[in-house]
């Protein structure tokens, strides 16, 4: 039995000529002064200019990690290793890598506060300011907000730009902002130098490279908590990744590009309205949020959340993987738990919550895949 695979925010496919890109890498340890190590040198750091070039920013702007979890980790454990207590506000709606780091910062003495997003799921440049305000009263002074841009549940797009910029007109002292790209690189448009954030995360295994190889970038080098060699100019100390670094840089070029961009960009959007129409055809089903439309500009056209009222989610996961079809219930990082922060977020109620599942696609997805999904889910809602 064919498989379809409706579960691209978890993780990508992989090109299959990365795994050449691999097996062909100069082996030595980039620090090394012999020949094998200055050939890995010089091919980590083609890497990053080749990143860099599709980017749209400098090669020493971008600091190669284990993915996405590493880069948004170092950027917030920044706040330990400032002089003075530096407050950080968070999107409630951001990945587990944020959101429990910002809880972990909240139980040894930093002080956190969530920004709660709109119904639809994006955090407004209104609730950043409403939490910055309420953040002064409290005495609290904000160093650093951290907000995704696409999230990796429900594909809501919030317009960081306008919330940078609206910050920036703000009097006191700069505050860093922290952006997570992890489901927006290579898939929705953003201008990430115009864009005005401070850091960013993104990761080669939602652009169909491996696993274990990513990107941070900052504008401006930090004073980091981990220390170690001098790799990566002391900003992520260790052996570098040469081979995940080339990898990376390969699908940059192959998805990230602007024609790329918007050509996979507009057959994903088409896709996508083909999966909502045919879901909202289906008796008790409706996406979440429940007002999001076909080609609706505030989503990534990448995922989509949906309710089957009567079905707990993780029935659902079983009865179409059975059916040969992979989907997930939201983010793989929080598989093994049953509440649904995001949602909770949203004001979802637990109910709906509880039969929600996630749907999302990548470029190798067809118009049949669709309809077979569809049908199956069709068939799974009668029977159950």
Not at 71 to 76: A, G, H, T
Not at 153 to 182: M, N, W
């Amino acid at each position: 039995m064919k498989r379809i695979y409706f579960d691209w925010a978890a993780t990508t496919p992989s090109f299959p000529e990365i795994f050449d890109i691999i097996a062909q890498s100069p082996f030595g340890n980039p620090s090394s002064r012999h020949q094998e190590g200055r050939e890995s040198r010089q091919a980590f750091e083609d890497a990053r200019k080749r990143s860099a070039a599709v980017l749209g920013v400098k090669p020493e702007q971008l600091i190669f990690t284990s993915g996405g979890t590493e880069s948004n980790s170092i950027v917030l454990q920044t706040l330990l290793v400032r002089n003075s207590k530096a407050g950080l506000l968070y999107g409630a709606t951001e990945h587990p890598s944020v959101r429990e780091n910002a809880e972990m910062l909240h139980r040894i003495g930093i002080p956190v506060m969530p920004v709660q997003p709109e119904q639809d799921g994006r955090i407004s440049a209104k609730r950043v300011l409403q939490a910055l305000e309420k953040a002064k009263e409290r005495d609290i002074t904000v160093r650093m907000i951290a907000l995704m841009a696409v999230n990796n549940e429900t594909g809501a797009i919030t317009d960081v730009a306008s919330i940078v910029q609206r910050v920036r007109q703000l009097p006191g002292p700069p505050i860093h902002i922290h952006t997570d790209l992890v489901q927006t690189i290579g898939k929705v448009p953003f201008p990430l130098l115009d864009s005005g954030i401070d850091s960013a995360a993104m990761s080669a295994h939602k652009l169909g490279g491996p696993r274990g190889i990513g990107l941070l970038f900052l504008r401006r080098p930090l004073t980091v908590l981990n220390r170690g060699g001098e790799q990566e100019w002391g900003q992520r100390p260790g052996t570098e990744n040469v081979a995940g670094a080339l990898a990376l840089a390969y699908c940059l070029e192959k998805l990230a590009r602007q024609e790329e961009l918007t050509c996979h960009y507009e057959a994903a959007a088409t896709r996508m309205e083909r999966l909502i129409v045919g879901l909202r055809e289906l008796d008790r089903t409706s996406p979440i949020p429940r007002d999001r439309e076909p080609r609706d500009p505030r989503f990534s056209p990448y995922i989509l959340q949906a309710a089957f009222p009567g079905i707990p989610g993780e029935v659902l996961v079983r009865a179409l993987d059975d059916a040969g079809i992979a989907i997930s219930t939201g983010s793989a990082c929080s598989s093994t738990k049953q509440e649904r922060p995001v949602l909770k977020a949203m004001g979802i109620d637990s109910d709906t919550a509880f039969c929600s599942v996630r749907f999302s696609q990548g470029w190798s997805t067809t118009d049949e895949d669709i309809d077979t999904l569809l049908a199956a889910l069709s068939t799974i809602r009668k029977t159950l």
